[in-house]
């Protein structure tokens, strides 16, 4: 069975300090994709990244970066001088290959970034 | 232009009565979604359609009902409402949910309080 497991409820940091967000996952499939979603307080979810079991190669988009490593089980995110505008709740969430498509989500983690 | 939107936003309605909500995508994807996010803000799929057909029914109540009348339109009828289903309650598509690891992308939710 699926599982995403998001092990941190709240952290809260002052702005401009980095900040990794853990996400461990669990499925028997060896084709399985993984996303992180952002929920603000407005209360939307924006979609983040998506990465394939298949490609490891960590990823940077401006502030924010994703460790991938398959030998862990793990998708870490990272906020690098972190903003206020970055508080929000983050998902991280899990697709298999096979069957039809749906995403198990983590519990989240809920960011707080303090002036 | 939002690409899934859904109304209304807010919801606030007493115990059983009927509500709908509805929710329209303008990406062309083939897919549709309805998840549910509860009080403690996990996110769990309930149905999804692809081009106007039930792919998955997440054993949800009977008096939730899902509607697609073309496959930019996803609608859910909720019978019978009770003070469990106070919950946010989000649409989302992807281009095809039978090919997998395609991408989710949700609407703003819709909040719906039972009183």
């Known amino acids: 069975a699926q599982k995403v497991t998001q092990a941190q409820t709240e952290i809260s940091v002052v702005e401009k300090e980095d900040v990794t967000l853990d996400c461990v996952y669990e499925t028997r499939d060896t084709t399985y994709y993984l996303f992180w979603y952002k929920q603000p307080p407005s209360g939307e979810l924006v979609f983040l990244i998506r990465r394939n079991s298949f490609d490891e190669q960590n990823e940077i988009s401006g502030r924010y970066s994703w460790n991938f490593q398959k030998s862990t089980s793990s998708f870490n995110f990272t906020i690098t001088a972190s903003q206020v505008v970055d508080s929000a709740v983050y998902f991280c969430?899990?697709?298999?290959?096979?069957?039809?498509?749906?995403?198990?989500f983590g519990q989240g983690t809920r960011l707080t970034i303090n002036p | 232009d939002t690409a899934v939107s859904q109304t209304p936003k807010y919801l606030v309605t007493q115990m059983g009565n009927d509500k709908s909500i509805k929710c329209e995508q303008n990406?062309?994807?083939?897919?549709m979604y309805w998840y549910k996010q509860d009080s403690k803000k996990f996110l769990k799929i309930m149905f999804s359609y692809n081009n106007k057909e039930l792919i998955i029914n997440e054993t949800v109540p009977n008096r939730f009902s899902p509607k697609s009348p073309d496959k930019a339109h996803l609608n859910l009828h909720i019978n019978s409402l009770e003070l469990g289903d106070s919950a946010v309650y989000f649409c989302?598509?992807?281009?095809?949910?039978?090919?997998?690891?395609?991408?989710?992308?949700f609407g703003e939710g819709s909040w719906l309080t039972v009183v």
């Open positions: 989302a598509s992807s281009q095809d949910s039978l090919i997998s690891g395609n991408t989710i992308y």
């Open positions: 990406l062309g994807h083939d897919t």
């Open positions: 969430a899990l697709s298999e290959a096979g069957g039809a498509q749906k995403l198990v």
